[in-house]
């Protein structure tokens, strides 16, 4: 019940096109959903979040689109570049466990020029 | 400002010798934790401390693991006896305030046990 489960495992894309990476979750205590991305020899860097009261959120290129109902998020990268072309994992945490992250695979993601 | 600093950034031991892993978080964050990134197992939770309240030590995987936080600041993650499965890259990572959910993470220690 404490797993996340991230799809998927790799990911090819065009220049310009829109990247999707999807996320699920069984527990419903979960109350933040944050995306990390990690460049080799790097420490994850946060990239965007989302608590469950919201659908959507959007910063820059990327957006989070949460369906509380199906458990399920994801990540949408628009107009995709070539810099971003690197590993990114979601996660969730609660506040009755410290909010510790709990994280998925993992996708890597490459943008092709 | 500076972001959370971790030494060394390799670390190349044999099997069975004790390691420390020091993380420096930013200065400021109140709550630290440390996770481990290994092939097999991904990102994993190991311990989570909130200024001086008792730690969370609920994922470390073994008594063989241990870390202490002097001061509210800097972190020392051990491991004792070292295994060549506790080959990864040890990430730790501060945040702001209890209940606050943002995680600014260091650049990870590379752990190779020989």
């Known amino acids: 019940q404490q797993q996340v489960k991230q799809s998927p495992q790799s990911l090819i894309v065009q220049k310009g096109g829109i990247s999707i990476i999807n996320c699920a979750y069984e527990n419903t205590a979960f109350d933040y959903f944050p995306w990390y991305q990690q460049f080799p020899g790097k420490g994850p860097a946060l990239l965007i979040a989302i608590r469950p009261d919201v659908s959507e959120k959007k910063e820059g290129r990327f957006t989070i689109s949460f369906n509380k109902s199906a458990k399920q998020f994801s990540l949408h990268i628009m107009d995709s570049q070539p810099g971003d072309s690197a590993t990114y994992f979601c996660?969730?945490?609660?506040?009755?466990?410290?909010?510790?992250?709990?994280w998925g695979a993992g996708t890597k993601l490459i943008i092709k020029p | 400002g500076a972001g959370v600093s971790q030494s060394p950034s390799n670390k190349v031991t044999e099997k069975g010798k004790d390691v420390e892993l020091r993380c420096d978080p930013i200065?400021?964050?109140?709550?630290l934790y440390w996770y481990r990134q290994s092939l097999g197992q991904g990102l994993e939770f190991l311990i989570y401390f909130q200024g001086n309240s008792a730690p969370d030590k609920s994922g470390l995987p073994s008594d063989r693991f241990s870390a202490e936080r002097t001061g509210g600041s800097v972190s020392t993650l051990t491991i004792q006896r070292t295994q060549q499965e506790d080959s990864a890259v040890y990430l730790c990572?501060?945040?702001?305030?209890?209940?606050?959910?943002?995680?600014?993470f260091g650049p990870g220690t590379r752990l190779t046990v020989t």
């Open positions: 200065s400021g964050h109140t709550a």
């Open positions: 996660a969730a945490s609660m506040l009755s466990s410290n909010y510790q992250l709990i």
């Open positions: 990572a501060s945040s702001f305030r209890q209940g606050s959910y943002e995680q600014y």
